[in-house]
């Protein structure tokens, strides 16, 4: 927030507003912040005078806010809190030495995002050791602690039991597409709309290995909700194996946007019009989780938040999944 004169808003007019703001009184919040009043004063004034308009209405009763500064407080707690975490985590990644994680990923994201994520944070001074695994053993290795972060994936109305100590944080929103051989009727269209999904109910359907993974819920409840119970010929996590029987017209399954390639001879994946049909790919670890430290530094940050080295995981699995839908950006 600036003037048309260029100047900007000075951190301790935002802490001199909130202190007024909690305490009642200008006198009230010198204390509270250790300041002397004529200190706060002088920082709500310039305030007043760089936004052009009162923050306070004062009174012998004590100071409350007007409607521009009670503005200004919520975007400035805002504000604060940002600088807070900013320093926070600096010191944090500062003290850290050279981390180690245990970072579990199903394999689809694995393939695709691994080999950046890694990279990333090396340049950092974190090391990961890798588990690849699926959900549900994923999901309960987190709830015990047995890794320090997990990449997983629910769809809507299948979130996945995590307990409530572990905090996650979504870092791609991935579309499940339909697979079909190229010589399957509705492969002609560019998008499947829910009465068109339906009305697959006599194929034969590829689904995964686990019978809890909540892609394959989401199908099968749609289909169920209809009447309809759904023909698995074959279950397998193979994604080769996968696109090799759909090709040969045997079967007809769903892809995650993020396991699929450019192209694949005789299969054609086309968008489901549902938003039910997409998976929300979560970075799930304890709040306050403790990095294994070598050396100086380590240990654990407090809050409902991840610690320092797995926020800067999550960082980096962003900007892997950006480079792999965008690889000229890298």
Known sequence: MTSNGGAMIDLRQLQALRAVRREGSVTRAGRALGWSQPTVDYHLRNLERLIGS???ERSKRGSTLTPVGVLVADRGEEILALTDRALRDARDLAQMGRARLRFGTFPTAAAKLLPSIVAQVADLGIEIDAVLEEVSPLVAHVNDRTLDAALLYSVPGYEVPLRPDIVTTEVLRDPLLLALPEDHPLAERSSIDREALLSLHDERWLLGTSRDDPMDSVLVDA????GHELEVAIRTDDFQVMLGMIAAGMVIGLVAKLAAGPTHPGVVL???DDPAFARSVLLAAPAGGRANARG???GEV???????AVRQLAAAIRHAVALSEHPAAG
């Open 302 to 308: 407090g809050g409902e938040q991840p610690s320092t």
């Open 270 to 272: 086309r968008p489901i």
């Open 296 to 298: 100086e530094g380590g």
């Open 223 to 226: 289909f169920t909700t209809h």
């Open 54 to 56: 009162p923050v306070l």
